[in-house]
Each structure stands twice: as C-alpha cells, then as structure tokens.
C-alpha cells in the first residue's frame, strides 16, 4: 500500500506538470500523512541537512569550471587538438567528436555542457564536409553523455551523497566504462558511416600537429591535474572541483587571454542559476528519501524481487531495465534521487559492490539523457545543430544501441569495472 501511495503521489503530481523538485516535496507530505506523522519540521530539517552537505560543494565548481572552459577557449582548443591528429581519416570528424568528448568529459562533468559545445563547432564543420547532419547531432549527443560517467562527474557526487558511497571510488572506476563507451561510439561511427561519401580532412604535417597539442597543452593537463591529484590523495573530490575552476579560470584569462573581466559576471551568474537548481533538487530528493527510509519502502520492494536475490546478474538485469524505461521519463538528477535510497538498500542485501552498481547505475541514468520524450541533450543538440528533433531521434539510435549494449556487457562482466578498480586503488 506505502508504495501505491508514493507512486501514485510521485506520478500524478509530474503528470500535471509540477516540477520534479517540488513533487518529491509534495510526496513527502503525502507519505508523512498516509503514515500518520506530518510533520512541517521533517520537511524542512531535512531540506536544510540535504543541502548542507560539504560534498556537494564540488558541484557549484564544476560547473563553474565547465563554463570557464567553453567561455576561456579551453574547449576549441581540445577540438583543434583533436583535428589535428585524426581529422585525415575516412570519418574522422566523428572520431575527432568522440576523442574530444571523452577529454571534454574529464574536464567539466556536464552532459549538457559538453554537448552544446562539441554541437557548436563540430556540427558547421561536418555539415559543411557533406555528412549526414542528423547522425552526426546523435553522434554529438550520444557523445556528451559520457562525461558524467568519466571524472570529475556531477552524476558520481549526486549519487555518492545520496547513496552513501566513496565519491573518490566511483570516480576512479568510472574511467574505464566511460573509455568503452567511447570506443563502441567510434566502432558504430565508422560502420554507420563507411557509405558517406565524404572527403576527409587534408593530413596535417607533424609540424602542425605539434603546435595544435601545443596549444591544447594548457587545456590536457587539467584532466592530468585533477584525476591525478585524487589519485594520489593530494586533494578530495571537493577539493578538486575548486582545483579545476582556478585553473580554467587562470588558463583563459591568462595564458589563452580569451576570458575577459567583463565576461566573468555571466559566467559566473550562469554556474550560479545551474548550481541553483541542482541544488534544490537533492534538497528536496532527500525529504522523500528520509520519508522512503521510514515508511520501509526498499524492504517491501526487495520482498518483490526477492526471489531474484539469489541471482545477482539476473537482479542487476532487471533493475537496468526498469533505470532504462524510467530514464526516458525523468532527467538524470532525479532518476538518481529517486531511486538510490529505493534499489541501495536491495543491492547491499544482494551482495552487489555498491561502488560497481553505483558506475552503471549511473551510466544507465545518462542513457535516459538521449532517450525520447524527455532526453535532455537530445534537446541540447537539436537545438545547437538547428535539427528538428525528430531527425536527430533518428540520427542517434545506433549509437543509443550501442550504448545501452556497453551498459548490458558491464553487467555481465562486472570485472570489467572492479578489476581498473583494483589497479587504481
């Protein structure tokens, strides 16, 4: 009965159109009435201690970070740097898509943010170059969604707070699935395209390419610095975040001189507006999450899937499948606050490593970022690519497949993500 009550509260009140944030308020107060202890301190005690966590101080830098990058010329740079090496090969601005995707991802950790900036110049160029448009906008999309599985990652901070897990390990286990998914990007690229009848770039002489790494070099060590630094245990994830925003701040004021004093109060009123709106959003996840907790909704579901508890694989099979169909509804954040406190408390009971569920969980919810209707970046690019989004649903379903085939692999083989793990550590 607790869990009729908490979807149907959930669902109706995102049916008629109120705010992810304020319908996990909303049921909160449900389940606080249907349990008999409403309570308006519990809703906002537990808003204030959700927010006020010293870990969630990485997210405001991050982002900060990531608009410094686009605004500092940190990220064309990358993608010069990337044209430059592999830009002559057949399809090569794909490649040079994925490759600067995957070193954008280390950088700023925003799905969104990668994507509109990868979108932004890539797109005139493979438009011009005489490429199928809308599959190279789902290539862009399909791309961006990788850095919230590659540290530093918002997605990874989100749930470690909720969850209860490291942040530091979730980040260095990520690094490998983030790397598979950009390799299956790649392979799907090169087989979806090898019918274009396109003329690749002209070869760059080393000479050329030593300067565009030259100029890049600023731009690659911060992904050096950061992951390097949590590493080796000279600063936390927190502390990282902050790392990386001085860093960009200094490299494009200073060394790229492309960030002007007068840019900073958009800049930085752009990384406040984002951070706002994450912020509430846990805040107000963990007054549903405290109520979840109390009212034993995760024992009544794992009475449910009990039976499966004995099959891990198979548990783990069916918990991505239903992450799937509620990621075409729901953004990333929420899909994450909704259901950690809910599946947590299921996968320690399985024996599954958290630290293992909490990566393709993770990479599950930035499938959902792709998917139809909802599908965050897929608006990004369509909107940045001047596709109609229709077109880039299209363009971005091999590469959605291939996606959620790296998801389904990782759950089969788990020692593909916990063995990097083991080294790293």
């Given at each position: 009965?607790?869990?009729?009550?908490?979807?149907?509260?959930?669902?109706?009140?995102?049916?008629?159109?109120?705010?992810?944030?304020?319908?996990?308020?909303?049921?909160?107060?449900?389940?606080?009435?249907?349990?008999?202890?409403?309570?308006?301190?519990?809703?906002?005690q537990n808003m204030i201690s959700g927010a006020d966590t010293?870990?969630?101080?990485?997210?405001?830098?991050?982002?900060?970070?990531?608009?410094?990058?686009?605004?500092?010329?940190?990220?064309?740079?990358?993608?010069?740097?990337?044209?430059?090496?592999?830009?002559?090969?057949?399809?090569?601005?794909?490649?040079?898509?994925?490759?600067?995707?995957?070193?954008?991802?280390?950088?700023?950790?925003?799905?969104?943010?990668?994507?509109?900036?990868?979108?932004?110049?890539?797109?005139?160029?493979?438009?011009?170059?005489?490429?199928?448009?809308?599959?190279?906008?789902?290539?862009?999309?399909?791309?961006?969604?990788?850095?919230?599985?590659?540290?530093?990652?918002?997605?990874?901070?989100?749930?470690?707070?909720?969850?209860?897990?490291?942040?530091?390990?979730?980040?260095?286990?990520?690094?490998?699935?983030?790397?598979?998914?950009?390799?299956?990007?790649?392979?799907?690229?090169?087989?979806?395209?090898?019918?274009?009848?396109?003329?690749?770039?002209?070869?760059?002489?080393?000479?050329?390419?030593?300067?565009?790494?030259?100029?890049?070099?600023?731009?690659?060590?911060m992904p050096v610095i950061i992951l390097g630094g949590i590493?080796?245990?000279?600063?936390?994830?927190?502390?990282?975040?902050?790392?990386?925003?001085?860093?960009?701040?200094?490299?494009?004021?200073?060394?790229?001189?492309?960030?002007?004093?007068?840019?900073?109060?958009?800049?930085?009123?752009?990384?406040?507006?984002?951070?706002?709106?994450?912020?509430?959003?846990?805040?107000?996840?963990?007054?549903?999450?405290?109520?979840?907790?109390?009212?034993?909704?995760?024992?009544?579901?794992?009475?449910?899937?009990?039976?499966?508890?004995?099959?891990?694989?198979?548990?783990?099979?069916?918990?991505?499948?239903?992450?799937?169909?509620?990621?075409?509804?729901?953004?990333?954040?929420?899909?994450?606050?909704?259901?950690?406190?809910?599946?947590?408390?299921?996968?320690?009971?399985a024996g599954i490593d958290p630290v293992y569920f909490g990566?393709?969980?993770?990479?599950?919810?930035?499938?959902?970022?792709?998917?139809?209707?909802?599908?965050?970046?897929?608006?990004?690019?369509?909107?940045?690519?001047?596709?109609?989004?229709?077109?880039?649903?299209?363009?971005?379903?091999?590469?959605?497949?291939?996606?959620?085939?790296?998801?389904?692999?990782?759950?089969?083989?788990?020692?593909?993500?916990?063995?990097?793990?083991?080294?790293?550590?």
């Amino acid at each position: 009965m607790t869990i009729a009550v908490f979807l149907a509260a959930l669902l109706g009140a995102m049916a008629i159109g109120v705010p992810v944030a304020f319908a996990l308020i909303f049921t909160g107060i449900v389940l606080m009435f249907h349990m008999g202890i409403f309570n308006t301190q519990i809703v906002a005690q537990n808003m204030i201690s959700g927010a006020d966590t010293f870990t969630l101080l990485a997210i405001p830098f991050f982002l900060l970070a990531g608009e410094l990058m686009n605004a500092g010329g940190l990220s064309k740079r990358i993608i010069a740097f990337a044209v430059a090496c592999v830009g002559h090969i057949r399809g090569g601005l794909g490649i040079v898509a994925v490759i600067a995707a995957v070193i954008m991802a280390s950088l700023s950790g925003s799905a969104a943010a990668d994507t509109a900036a990868l979108a932004s110049i890539l797109i005139p160029m493979m438009r011009q170059a005489g490429y199928n448009v809308p599959r190279a906008a789902g290539l862009m999309a399909s791309g961006g969604i990788i850095a919230p599985v590659i540290p530093p990652s918002i997605a990874f901070i989100i749930f470690g707070v909720a969850a209860n897990v490291s942040i530091t390990q979730l980040f260095l286990a990520g690094i490998v699935p983030g790397l598979l998914m950009a390799v299956a990007l790649c392979i799907t690229w090169l087989i979806v395209s090898r019918k274009e009848t396109v003329e690749p770039l002209p070869r760059q002489p080393w000479s050329e390419r030593l300067k565009a790494t030259g100029r890049a070099g600023w731009a690659l060590m911060m992904p050096v610095i950061i992951l390097g630094g949590i590493r080796f245990g000279l600063f936390t994830p927190t502390e990282a975040a902050v790392v990386a925003a001085v860093y960009a701040l200094f490299v494009g004021m200073f060394i790229y001189r492309e960030l002007k004093p007068a840019q900073l109060y958009g800049v930085f009123l752009q990384a406040a507006k984002t951070t706002s709106v994450v912020l509430f959003l846990v805040a107000a996840a963990l007054v549903s999450a405290w109520l979840i907790t109390s009212a034993n909704i995760p024992a009544e579901i794992g009475g449910l899937i009990r039976p499966l508890m004995d099959n891990p694989k198979l548990l783990l099979f069916v918990i991505m499948l239903l992450v799937l169909v509620v990621g075409t509804a729901l953004d990333l954040a929420p899909t994450i606050l909704i259901l950690s406190p809910v599946l947590m408390p299921i996968v320690r009971e399985a024996g599954i490593d958290p630290v293992y569920f909490g990566v393709i969980f993770v990479m599950n919810t930035c499938i959902g970022l792709i998917t139809p209707p909802v599908g965050i970046v897929l608006n990004v690019v369509s909107g940045v690519s001047r596709v109609p989004l229709g077109q880039v649903v299209w363009g971005i379903l091999p590469f959605l497949l291939a996606q959620v085939c790296v998801l389904f692999l990782l759950v089969l083989f788990p020692e593909l993500v916990l063995t990097p793990l083991r080294w790293l550590r």
